[in-house]
């Protein structure tokens, strides 16, 4: 996280299950709206953490943990998970086999997929309208 960004709430941590991941859309979307007063942005948003999310619980392993944080121009979402899952620790890259990062390239401002053997993250970030 950006270093003068305030994190909005506490990070969100919850079991890589799709219902969980449901939830954890929605509660992307109620910390967001702290910062950010435009429905139409607050949709883009919670569709680029639902897509973020399910990545995490579709390829992931562990806890995802979800922070979300602004300053006075931007809103940052990171979605953290402990790597790839079992079936995928054969050195392969994360890959986006649906449309996951497509949305979110489309839709953010500024976007990175960081990946390791032992941590995936990825985080997103969308200007904040003046006023």
Same mark, same amino acid.
């Given at each position: 996280?950006?270093?003068?960004?305030?994190?909005?709430?506490e990070p969100l941590r919850f079991a890589a299950d799709p219902g969980?991941?449901?939830?954890?859309?929605?509660?992307?979307?109620?910390?967001? /709206?702290? $910062? @950010?007063?435009?429905?139409?942005?607050?949709?883009? %948003?919670?569709?680029? +953490?639902? #897509? *973020?999310? /399910?990545? $995490? @619980?579709?390829?992931?392993?562990?806890?995802?943990? %979800?922070?979300?944080? +602004?300053? #006075? *121009?931007?809103?940052?979402?990171?979605?953290?998970?402990?790597?790839?899952?079992?079936?995928?620790?054969?050195?392969?890259?994360?890959?986006?086999?649906?449309?996951?990062?497509?949305?979110?390239?489309?839709?953010?401002?500024?976007?990175?997929?960081?990946?390791?053997?032992?941590?995936?993250?990825?985080?997103?970030?969308?200007?904040?309208?003046?006023?």
């Amino acid at each position: 996280m950006t270093a003068r960004m305030e994190r909005l709430g506490e990070p969100l941590r919850f079991a890589a299950d799709p219902g969980e991941g449901r939830r954890a859309r929605r509660a992307v979307r109620d910390l967001a /709206a702290k $910062a @950010v007063t435009d429905d139409a942005l607050l949709d883009d %948003v919670e569709l680029m +953490a639902a #897509e *973020a999310i /399910a990545n $995490a @619980v579709l390829h992931g392993s562990g806890m995802i943990r %979800v922070v979300v944080a +602004a300053d #006075e *121009a931007r809103l940052r979402v990171e979605v953290c998970d402990d790597g790839p899952s079992a079936g995928e620790r054969h050195g392969r890259r994360r890959i986006d086999h649906g449309r996951g990062l497509t949305v979110i390239d489309a839709l953010a401002g500024e976007w990175e997929l960081d990946q390791t053997p032992r941590r995936t993250q990825l985080w997103f970030e969308v200007e904040i309208p003046a006023g």
